[in-house]
């Protein structure tokens, strides 16, 4: 059971970022992302796919197409500078997947 | 307003046991489901449990057997007992809320706390 996601992404201020997730444990499964910044505690910064929690700039958007999820940041700015991590949950076996984890660096 | 605090983390010896909690407010665990997730220095998030409002527990497969999630509802707690601790269990153990929408997320989570297993 593995959410495959590139180790690294960089991108210039201004400019998009998209982090990807993929594999076979996506399929038909909602997904979550996560944004964790150096010494503090994830927050939920996508769900179900696509849904912003409330305080979540519109900047962030997801997307979903087959075996693939999409985070995108439009608009970078250097405080996006983060890990990102995708998670789905799977019902049958009531077990928790998240990704490996994506740095995003601000150029 | 929704706060969670872990304690409990500490300096443990390889094959001891230790009980991490995690005192929440602006909410009640009784009627949330609530998890726990790990972080091994350097590394990735790694669920390691989640507790049903129902009661149901469910682990990840490789401390299936050795921790156990549990709530004190009077305390408004959520507990991980840790026992038969391995080196690669040294983590950063967060505390979350979850929700279920088509399946578990976590939308609140604590600062952590921290598990050093070494002899």
């Known amino acids: 059971d593995e959410l495959t996601q590139p180790p690294s992404v960089s991108v210039a201020p201004g400019q998009t970022a998209t982090i990807t997730c993929g594999g076979s444990?996506?399929?038909?499964?909602?997904v979550n992302w996560y944004q964790q910044k150096p010494g503090q505690a994830p927050l939920l910064v996508i769900y179900d796919d696509s849904d912003r929690p409330s305080g979540i700039p519109g900047r962030f958007s997801g997307s979903y197409s087959g075996t693939t999820a999409t985070l995108t940041i439009s608009r970078v700015e250097d405080g996006d500078e983060a890990a990102y991590y995708c998670?789905?949950?799977?019902?049958?076996?009531?077990?928790?997947?998240f990704g490996g984890g994506t740095k995003l660096t601000v150029l | 307003e929704v706060q969670l605090v872990e304690s409990g983390g500490r300096l443990i010896q390889p094959g001891g046991s230790l009980r991490l909690s995690c005192d929440v407010s602006?909410?009640?665990?009784?009627?949330?489901?609530m998890g726990w997730v790990r972080q091994a220095p350097g590394k990735g998030l790694e669920w390691v449990s989640v507790i049903y409002m129902s009661g149901s527990r469910y682990y990840a497969e490789s401390m299936k057997g050795r921790f156990t999630i549990s709530r004190d509802d009077s305390k408004n707690t959520l507990y991980l007992q840790l026992n038969s601790v391995r080196a690669d269990d040294t983590a950063v153990y967060y505390c979350a809320r979850c929700a279920m929408i088509r399946g578990v997320l976590f939308d609140s989570w604590g600062q952590g706390t921290l598990v050093t297993v070494s002899s």
């Open positions: 998670q789905v949950w799977d019902g049958m076996a009531d077990h928790v997947l």
């Open positions: 444990n996506i399929e038909g499964k909602s």
């Open positions: 602006g909410f009640t665990v009784k009627s949330s489901y």
